[in-house]
C-alpha cells in the first residue's frame, strides 16, 4: 500500500508513503478475511463459470494459486462488453488485485479488477486450488476520494461506479456490497 501512495504522489501533509497505513492498522476491526478455494474435478462446459463475474470489496486482494489456471480479469473494463483474459498461473507469485476502496479513493483512476473463474479443460480430472487474502480497511476508515495531484478537485467530485457508496465507511461498504450479493430477505426465519 504505501507503493500505492507513492504512486499517487500523496501529498507528505496527508501522509505521504504511510497515508495508507492508519487504515490498515492491525489492531483495529475490519473486514479482511483469508478463504482457501477449492474447485472441484469439471466435467464440464468452457463456458460455465465457477465463480462469476464480480470485483472484490476490499482495498486489494492477495491471491496464491496453484497449477490449474482458471482466473479470467475483464480487460478495458470502462468498455462495454470488453474482453476477458486469462490469468495465467505463474509458480512461486502472488497475484495482486486492486479491489473497490482504492476505486473509491482514487475516484475511479484506479479500476477495481473485474474477475471470475472459469472451468479450465486441466481441471477435468483435477482439482483447482487457490488461497486469496481480501485485505480490508478498518471499518471506521472513510472511503472518500484522496489527495493527489494526479486528479484534480473536479475528479474527485464527478460519480465514479460506486455512486451509492459514497462518503460510507469501509465497514458500511463491506455490509452493503454483502446486502447486494446476497438477499437476505428470502432467507428463512429460524
Known amino acids: 500500500m504505501q507503493c500505492f501512495a507513492m504512486g499517487l504522489q500523496i501529498p507528505e501533509s496527508f501522509g505521504g508513503r504511510y ?16 478463504r482457501f478455494l477449492h474447485y472441484p474435478p469439471q466435467n464440464g462446459d468452457p463456458d460455465t ?4 463475474s464480480h470485483t472484490d ?17 475483464q480487460a478495458f473494463r470502462a468498455q ?5 483474459v486469462a490469468a495465467p498461473v505463474i509458480p512461486g507469485t502472488i ?11 482514487t475516484n475511479g483512476l484506479l479500476r477495481s479488477t473485474k474477475h471470475r ?23 471506521t476508515t472513510k472511503l472518500d476520494p484522496i489527495e493527489s495531484p494526479l486528479f484534480t478537485k473536479e ?11 459514497r462518503n460510507m465507511t469501509a465497514g458500511e461498504y463491506l455490509d452493503w456490497r454483502l446486502s447486494q450479493t446476497y438477499d437476505y430477505s428470502k432467507v428463512p426465519e429460524e
Not at 497515508?19 to 492491525?26: A, I, V
Not at 497475484?95 to 479513493?105: G, S
Not at 475528479?155 to 457508496?165: D, K
Open 49 to 52: 463459470p465457477l465463480a462469476g
Open 19 to 34: 497515508f495508507f497505513d492508519k487504515s490498515l492498522d492491525w489492531e483495529e476491526h475490519a473486514g479482511t478475511t483469508l
Open 117 to 139: 473463474v472459469m472451468y479450465n479443460p486441466e481441471q477435468q480430472n483435477r482439482s483447482r486450488y487457490s488461497i486469496a487474502c481480501f485485505i480490508h480497511s478498518n471499518d
Open 155 to 165: 475528479m474527485r467530485t464527478e460519480g465514479v461506479e460506486f455512486e451509492e457508496a
Open 57 to 73: 470489496y476490499g482495498s486489494i486482494t492477495l491471491l496464491m494459486q496453484k497449477d490449474i489456471p482458471g482466473l479470467e480479469v
Open 80 to 84: 462495454k462488453n470488453a474482453p476477458w
Open 95 to 105: 497475484l495482486v488485485n486492486i479491489a473497490d476502496h482504492l476505486q473509491m479513493w
